[in-house]
């Protein structure tokens, strides 16, 4: 059961109209989260970078949090997800237009939200880098969205395949390390944690905000900036960051094997992600206490 425009319905059911220029032209843009028993996790973060995304496409669609949550709340209970544990996709694409490939504003967008439920013990601990040899194109704007324009990243799935232990990690046309095929990359040298800058092109990754803002908590300095895969490659550990999957480390990267070294920075920024979403449910009190509000 999705939701369709202000409808549930069941998949089979939902359709879209061909004349939608999300469709036509990809102009339309989602958010992929986490529900952790029933409770989106930092819900504010996904709204705000999805609100930056939509003005950038006058895309014209006020996103409410009490609706969202609303959502949330009815998809879980009429797919019967009792746990709350999900993956969401909320999708939110141009809209019906008659005019054509011009410039406009879309004053009515098509919204898409569907849950999957989430078994954590299937989620990976940990992942193998593969250097991609396709690079990583630059933004259609002046920063990325997380829109419908995929098609490098399916080019460089097709390079690496299917297996989901292994994370493609794609490079700027002038070498410099960008990202992973669905996450964001970080290293730790010494003291401090290196993560590529939104000047390399890479998407403004949630999870990626979270450790640039929490780093100081693990006793970590943070840069950020452009820097040669040889920085990657020489890191006392290395890890991924997704808004699903959470921190994973990298057990290698090419040749590079990080098992056998300190993974002490990654271990630190994942109790404190861990800390922060059992503050959250509590402050919550999990999927009951929308439920009953």
């Known amino acids: 059961m999705i939701y369709v425009n202000g409808r549930y319905m069941e998949e089979k059911d939902a359709v879209l109209s061909p004349f939608d220029h999300g469709f036509l032209y990809g102009i339309g843009v989602f958010e992929t989260f986490r529900l952790y028993e029933g409770c989106p996790f930092l819900i504010d973060w996904h709204i705000e970078r999805l609100e930056r995304a939509l003005k950038d496409l006058q895309i014209e669609y006020t996103v409410s949090k009490h609706e969202i949550l609303e959502m949330l709340d009815k998809l879980l209970k009429i797919n019967d997800i009792k746990d709350g544990n999900a993956r969401v996709r909320l999708n939110i694409s141009a809209g019906i237009s008659d005019k054509g490939f011009v410039a406009q504003t879309y004053d009515k967008p098509t919204v898409l939200c569907f849950v999957n439920q989430l078994k954590p013990e299937s989620l990976p601990l940990q992942k193998e880098g593969r250097v991609l040899s396709i690079r990583r194109n630059t933004p259609e704007g002046s920063f990325r969205l997380k829109s419908h324009h995929y098609l490098n990243n399916m080019y460089a799935k097709r390079e690496i395949g299917n297996d989901p232990r292994v994370e493609g990690i794609f490079l700027t046309e002038d070498g410099a390390v960008a990202e992973g095929i669905i996450s964001n990359v970080f290293w730790r040298k010494g003291s401090c944690i290196y993560t590529p800058s939104l000047d390399t092109g890479i998407l403004d990754g949630v999870t990626r905000r979270f450790i640039i803002e929490n780093a100081k908590n693990a006793g970590l300095d943070l840069k950020t900036g452009r820097y040669e895969l040889e920085a ?42 861990k800390k922060e979403i059992k503050n959250m449910i509590h402050e919550k009190g999990g999927r009951a206490w929308r439920s009953k509000r």
């Open 232 to 273: 990657l490659l020489t890191a006392d550990e290395a890890w991924m960051t997704n808004s699903v999957l959470e921190i994973i480390p990298f057990t290698k990267i090419e040749e590079v094997n990080y098992g056998s070294r300190s993974g002490e920075a990654v271990s630190a920024l994942q109790l404190l992600y």
